[in-house]
């Protein structure tokens, strides 16, 4: 079956100006992830979605990022006012995360690189 | 708190040579441990987990990995490498609860096999 998909896979934006990215996870995958990945930074966590529950911004780095899930599907990630430290690859993954069950496997996106000039 | 560590920024190993990425972690609790490789331009491919039950654990492409509790380990292995198994290599974790489900990665390990 189809994998989580994202889009664009490439956005070059000038400094200030606000990005959307969108992710559309496995289908009946209720948890969705969003993670960054910088020279810097590694892979950090952003923010997590499960299902009709409050999201766990906990990773978000700025207010200026903010992500919605429409429909309990597709998310957006939103960068406002983007910086050029937000330059980055922005991963988005999901997984079944069924109750009671032991672990959360997630799978993957192939990511969108974000260029910020 | 969690934190997972893979101290070795590039391993390399000769086709046909056994290979060892290393990975240790610290979380509070049970841990949930993963491997996942990373091909260029790719998002990351989940190779393998540990839950609980046996220390060895199998998963995708012939790469294993062993649990080591009390050295706090989690090293993957594969007995013969392959040219094609030149990738990045991440190690994660995860609160062993329905908490946090978030992963928490290592830095990642180059690894490249020499043919």
């Known amino acids: 079956g189809a994998g989580v998909s994202q889009s664009p896979s490439n956005k070059v934006t000038e400094k200030g100006k606000d990005v959307e990215l969108r992710c559309d996870p496995i289908?009946?995958?209720?948890?969705l992830y969003w993670y960054r990945q910088s020279l810097g930074q590694g892979l950090e966590f952003l923010i997590y979605?499960?299902?009709?529950?409050?999201?766990?911004k906990s990773g978000l780095p700025s207010d200026r990022f903010s992500a919605e899930r429409t429909g309990g599907s597709v998310s957006t990630l939103t960068i406002q006012r983007t910086q050029q430290e937000d330059s980055a690859v922005y991963l988005c993954?999901?997984?079944?995360?069924?109750?009671?069950?032991?672990?959360?496997?997630?799978?993957f996106g192939p990511g969108t690189r974000l260029t910020v000039l | 708190a969690q934190s997972v560590a893979q101290p070795e920024d590039q391993v390399n190993v000769a086709e046909g040579n056994p290979l060892t990425v290393k990975c240790t972690y610290s979380v509070s609790g049970n841990p949930y441990l993963f491997w996942y490789v990373q091909y260029p331009n790719r998002g990351l491919q989940f190779l393998l987990k540990y839950i609980t039950g046996d220390n060895l654990v199998k998963g995708s492409y012939g790469f294993e990995a062993e649990f080591n509790k009390s050295q706090t380990s989690f090293h993957l292995k594969k007995p013969s490498a392959l040219v094609s198994d030149s990738a990045l290599y991440f190690c994660?974790?995860?609160?062993?609860?329905?908490?946090?489900?978030?992963?928490?990665f290592g830095s990642g390990t180059r690894l490249q096999v020499q043919p």
């Open positions: 979605f499960q299902g009709n529950s409050a999201p766990d």
């Open positions: 289908s009946g995958h209720t948890a």
């Open positions: 994660g974790s995860q609160r062993g609860d329905t908490g946090r489900r978030a992963l928490t």
């Open positions: 993954a999901s997984s079944t995360n069924k109750p009671g069950l032991a672990s959360d496997t997630q799978y």
